[in-house]
């Protein structure tokens, strides 16, 4: 059986100095999510016009969206709130365009962090640009890298019981990490909303009606080797892309 192509956003340039010039970065654990249900990771760079970009997504079989920086605000029509950082104006123009053709061809995909971002965005919604600033009584989402690890139990989410979702990771409590300080605001009008955390943040959104278009807001690929759960929305992904076409 041939295995699915997977294709997984770059998540930054890491300038390492002149000896490399720009190198493009992707946390392991995405491609290794992948691998361990049965894909094949293709790592997809953003220096691709739109002519490129669509040979390469016809032909993936499944799209992961990663994590990274924020998007630009302009994208959903409001000004740059001063924590709004990293905004890569190459890696929104790729991802903004993938996340709207994945929906409009109805190709498999799971979105992670910044993905169900740029999937809000793309679809027509907006963010909240900074939560502690934003939202009243908000739980802590982002915590110091190196000093906290990864896979870090931040707080529970509530899954809707009738969401893909829910039936994808066979629950409907799950313990998340949480690294990012955005969030959804208003879902897109496509979006349904799945999850939320404790404080009111949604954590998760879905396409009605799909094989697999789940969208979360923490990061499965740091949890996946002690929550099973997690390794679920890989291999949903996985299995879906499979059988796309």
């Known amino acids: 059986m041939t295995k699915p192509l ?3 956003t770059a998540s930054a340039i890491d300038h390492r100095g002149p000896a490399y010039g720009e190198v493009y970065a992707l ?7 992948v691998v361990r249900a049965g894909g094949v990771p293709v790592i997809v760079p953003y220096n691709l016009d739109e002519d ?6 016809d032909r993936i079989d499944g799209l992961l969206l990663s994590g990274g920086g924020d998007i630009d605000p302009a994208s959903y029509g409001e000004p740059t709130h001063p924590a709004t950082s990293n905004i890569e104006a190459d890696r929104d123009r790729v991802e903004l365009v993938l996340a709207r053709w994945v929906v409009e061809k109805e190709k498999p995909f799971l979105a992670i ?3 169900i971002q740029v999937l809000n965005v793309a679809l027509g919604g907006t963010l909240v640009q900074d939560i502690p600033s934003e939202v009243p ?4 989402h982002s915590f ?6 990864r896979d870090y139990h931040a707080h529970p989410v ?6 893909r979702l829910a039936q994808v990771m066979q629950t409907e409590i799950v313990q998340t ?5 955005q969030a959804i605001k208003q879902a897109a009008s496509k979006l349904k909303v799945t999850a939320y955390a404790p404080d009111g943040v949604i954590e998760a959104v879905e396409v009605p009606g799909r094989r697999f278009a789940i969208g979360v807001q923490w990061h499965p690929e740091w949890m996946f080797e002690d929550q099973p759960e997690m390794l679920r929305l890989f291999e949903g992904l996985v299995e879906a892309s499979g059988v796309n076409g």
């Open 158 to 163: 509530k899954i809707a019981a009738d969401s």
């Open 52 to 57: 490129a970009l669509r040979v390469l997504f």
């Open 27 to 33: 946390t392991r654990q995405y491609a290794e999510g």
């Open 177 to 181: 990490n949480s690294w990012h300080h």
């Open 6 to 8: 997977i294709g997984i």
């Open 137 to 140: 009584d908000a739980l802590e």
């Open 144 to 149: 110091e890298r190196g000093i906290v690890e």
């Open 113 to 115: 962090c910044r993905g």
